[in-house]
C-alpha cells in the first residue's frame, strides 16, 4: 500500500509540474524584454567579431517559443560565398522555423555601409530583428576604426539608430497595422 500512495503522490507531483510548465508557456512573452535580449547578445558579438576579425560574417540569434535563444550561422566552407548569399542562407532557415512555429523572435546581424541621417556615409553593424507579434525594426550602430601606431585600430561605436520596416523577412506579419518602430533616414547597403 506504501508504494502505490507514493506513486501516487510521485504521479500528482509531476503532474502539477507539467501543469506549471504549460501554464508557463502559455503566458504571453514580453516582445521588448525578447528583443533586448537578442540585440544585446548579438551586437556584443558583433563588435567582438568586428573587433577580433576586421569584419563581421551574417549570423542570426533566435528566441524560441519557450523563451531559449541561440546563434545560427552558415556552414563554414573551403571558399565562403559573398555575405548576400550568407544572409539568404539565414533567411530561409528562419522563415522555415518561423512557420513551423518555433520561433519567439530572430534577429540577424550584419556588417554593413550606411548613409547617416546628416547624409554622410559610416560603417554599421546592422540588426534586422522581427517578433512573432508583428514588430520589427532595424537598428544600426555605426563604427569608426581609429588608427594607432601600434597595435590593430581602435573601433569607436555611435549611438544606435532605430529604423523600422515594413519588409517581412522572417514572420509574414512584420510590420502590418504599424506594429514597427518609426522610419528614420538610415539607409543600407550590405557589404
Not at 11 to 40: I, M, N, S, T, Y
Not at 72 to 84: G, H, V
Request: charged share 25%; with cysteine; hydrophobic share 45%.
Amino acid at each position: 500500500m506504501r508504494s502505490a500512495a507514493r506513486v501516487a503522490a510521485l504521479v500528482l507531483l509531476l503532474a502539477r509540474g507539467v501543469h506549471a510548465d504549460a501554464e508557463a508557456a502559455a503566458a504571453p512573452r514580453d516582445a521588448k524584454a525578447d528583443v533586448a535580449a537578442l540585440l544585446d547578445n548579438g551586437l556584443s558579438a558583433a563588435e567582438r567579431q568586428l573587433s577580433e576579425q576586421g569584419g563581421v560574417r551574417p549570423f542570426a540569434l533566435v528566441m524560441t517559443r519557450d523563451g531559449r535563444v541561440s546563434r545560427l550561422t552558415p556552414a563554414a566552407r573551403r571558399e565562403m560565398p559573398a555575405a548576400a548569399a550568407l544572409l539568404g542562407e539565414l533567411e530561409t532557415v528562419l522563415r522555415a522555423r518561423a512557420q513551423a512555429d518555433e520561433l519567439e523572435a530572430a534577429a540577424i546581424f550584419t556588417d554593413v555601409q550606411i548613409t547617416l541621417p546628416d547624409g554622410a556615409e559610416s560603417s554599421a553593424l546592422h540588426a534586422a530583428w522581427e517578433h512573432r507579434n508583428g514588430s520589427c525594426a532595424n537598428v544600426f550602430v555605426p563604427y569608426t576604426r581609429e588608427s594607432r601606431e601600434k597595435g590593430p585600430a581602435k573601433l569607436r561605436f555611435d549611438p544606435r539608430i532605430v529604423n523600422g520596416r515594413s519588409e517581412a523577412t522572417v514572420f509574414p506579419h512584420c510590420g502590418r497595422a504599424g506594429a514597427g518602430p518609426a522610419r528614420s533616414a538610415a539607409t543600407s547597403s550590405e557589404r
